[in-house]
């Protein structure tokens, strides 16, 4: 059974780098049935999806977030992370890493499962 | 406020059926892109409810189903139990956005 576990800071001053990885158990990185993605919540709020990555390294962003966002993957730890630049404190939120499901065509792909997610905040 | 609509509450006595709508538009959900749910209890994450319009993943109790027609999307929740008490989320693709989207959540109340 798949499991992802994020880490990462929890305090992120503005204007700096918010850095995350997950690390992805019970199943490798490396298949070509999934793309991985975050997605984040602000306090209270609902779910914002911020990119993904395949196995292959392709990648695909929000549009509202790709000047500032970077994921990446390390295949031999099982593991992707994101890097969010100039942070705000509009950027405080949970982050979840999730597994999404693709399904041909893509635009029907859904997420499943998610980690438990990781609460960062951008405060000075 | 999103794309997709959801009423920001919906109530129910235990054993009741509720319903959780999902309100899109022809970009999205009236284009013919599936519609997915996700439920999160309190201080956890979100967890797939039903999948593809109407399909529910293992484990996922028949209490629970989906439907779609035309732009709107809906979540059924029949014999209400108070577990069932958490935010209700719908997620589609948009093709004016080109990316996926949330609906803005429905919070269930079991009284």
């Known amino acids: 059974q798949v499991q992802l576990q994020e880490s990462g800071p929890g305090l992120v001053k503005p204007s700096q780098t918010l850095s995350l990885t997950c690390t992805v158990s019970g199943g490798s990185i490396s298949s070509s049935d999934y793309y991985w993605s975050w997605i984040r919540q602000p306090p209270g709020k609902g779910l914002e999806w911020i990119a993904y990555i395949f196995y292959s390294g392709s990648t695909y962003y929000n549009a509202s977030l790709k000047s500032r966002a970077t994921i990446s993957l390390d295949t031999s730890k099982n593991q992707f992370s994101l890097k969010l630049n100039s942070v705000t404190a509009a950027d405080t939120a949970v982050y979840y890493c999730?597994?999404?499901?693709?399904?041909?065509?893509?635009?029907?792909?859904?997420?499943?499962?998610w980690g438990q997610g990781t609460l960062v905040t951008v405060s000075s | 406020q999103s794309v997709l609509t959801q009423p920001p509450s919906v109530s129910g006595a235990p054993g009741q059926r509720v319903t959780i709508s999902c309100t899109g538009n022809s970009f999205n959900i009236g284009a013919g892109y599936d519609v997915h749910w996700y439920q999160q209890g309190p201080g956890t994450a979100p967890k797939l409810l039903i999948y593809?319009?109407?399909n529910r993943p293992s484990g996922v109790p028949d209490r629970f189903s989906g439907s779609k027609s035309g732009t709107s999307a809906s979540l059924a929740i029949a014999g209400l139990q108070a577990e069932d008490e958490a935010d209700y989320y719908c997620?589609?693709?948009?093709?004016?956005?080109?990316?996926?989207?949330f609906g803005g959540g429905t919070k269930l109340t079991v009284l």
């Open positions: 997620q589609s693709y948009d093709s004016s956005l080109s990316g996926v989207l």
């Open positions: 593809a319009n109407t």
């Open positions: 999730v597994r999404e499901v693709i399904v041909v065509p893509a635009v029907h792909n859904w997420f499943d499962p």
